[in-house]
């Protein structure tokens, strides 16, 4: 027996008869060694399988940590969201909580070795991968194609970047050039380029960049066709190399590598004239390019009869379409839409300028028939929702330009002889409430 180390058995592998293993009481043989400790025996059987136990527990503590698809939004769960923030557009909240769900989904396969199709390839014989769906979006200004985007981005909780399609060039030429989209992705993930790759870019009026024309030019149409064409890759997943600081790039600069094989794409534009075109396609005969569409109906809704020859025609280019699976369309707000809008979501508009009064102690009211009046003339000027702002600014211009100023003020109505008339609205002075600032003001001096 050799000599005895601290912390170590009394005697390795004992070869003395009658010794048993404490664990599986099995007596020692040529074949089953036993270790003898303090007041304990162990033989090798015993211990390869205590082997096994430690490395399959070590695999566990190692191994990605596998999130429930529970954790993840459900569609309907999207869509209770975004009918908090946006109103009507039912059909496009729809379409998008659906893609949107798959979309994390399919990053959610990829990142969890345990929940990839590796279980069903194994089951079919084939791996199966899935494919990125990004999103068109079609309709009207003032529609709610923006804030669907940045409320997704806000329910997900995932940065998103907003960018207009009419400021990208061609690398090499004037403006922005397109890879420099993903380093406003970057700078909205703070930095952080892995939580970038799981972001949202929103693409605006990629309408404004359709293809000039069918037949080719003698120049080159590098804010057009151009951007499309340099949009197809980082669209369908790549790895980008972005000048840190923005700009252009050149060959000894430092670049972030990021992926954007994870990156949702959203692109949006109004696209005028396409519902004519489709129309001119599927309304009864006699409604073409230069008759009046159906009494009645919503133009918007013809768009429901889109299809990729039309958008082609409209100057996309096929490559690009092809990159845009999920096609959703959206219909210009009506009259009580619009009255929605002031009034409903979490973040209305009436609310917010309760709010910004409420902080200099005013509470401010709307009549019904102001809201509605308003709602009347942001339909006359065609600009959808963007133009309610616009419309209440003008209305409580002069208020808020008094209101800081005037002691006692408490509460402010509008009425419908404001929107009608084009009245200041009416502000209450709370004589009390006014004496006492007085006071106060005589005291501090």
Known sequence: MGPQRKGMPVDTFDTSPGVRCSFCDKPRTPARKVVIGPNVNICN???????DILEEETKRETAPKVRSQRTLATPREIFDHLQDYVVGQEDAKRTLAVAVYNH????????NPLLSSRTLAASLGEQIDLGKSNILMIGPTGCGKTYLAQSLAKKL????????????????????????ILLRLINAADGDVKKAERGIIYIDEIDKIARKGENMSITRDVSGEGVQQALLKIIEGTVAGVP????????????????????????????????????????PAGIGFGAELETGKNTGSYLNDLTPDDLAHYGLIPELIGRLPVVTTLQQLT??????VLTEPKNALVKQYQKLLEMDGVKLDFDEEALHLIAKEALKRKTGARGLRSIIESIMRNVMYEVPSVDGASHCRVTKEVGSDKKDPVLTIDKAKAKTKGTDKEASA
């Open 104 to 111: 994390y989904k399919r990053i959610q396969e990829s990142d």
């Open 244 to 283: 840190p600081e923005g700009g252009r790039k050149h060959p000894t600069q430092t670049t972030l590598e990021i992926d954007t094989s994870h990156i949702l794409f959203i692109v949006a534009g109004a696209f005028d004239g396409l519902q004519e075109r489709v129309a001119s396609r599927t309304a």
């Open 45 to 51: 059987e015993c211990v390869g399988l205590c082997n």
């Open 157 to 180: 909780d995932v940065p998103c970047a907003l960018v207009d399609a009419t400021t990208l060039t061609e690398a090499g030429y004037v403006g922005d050039d397109v890879e420099n």
């Open 335 to 340: 009259e009580e839409e619009l009255y929605q």
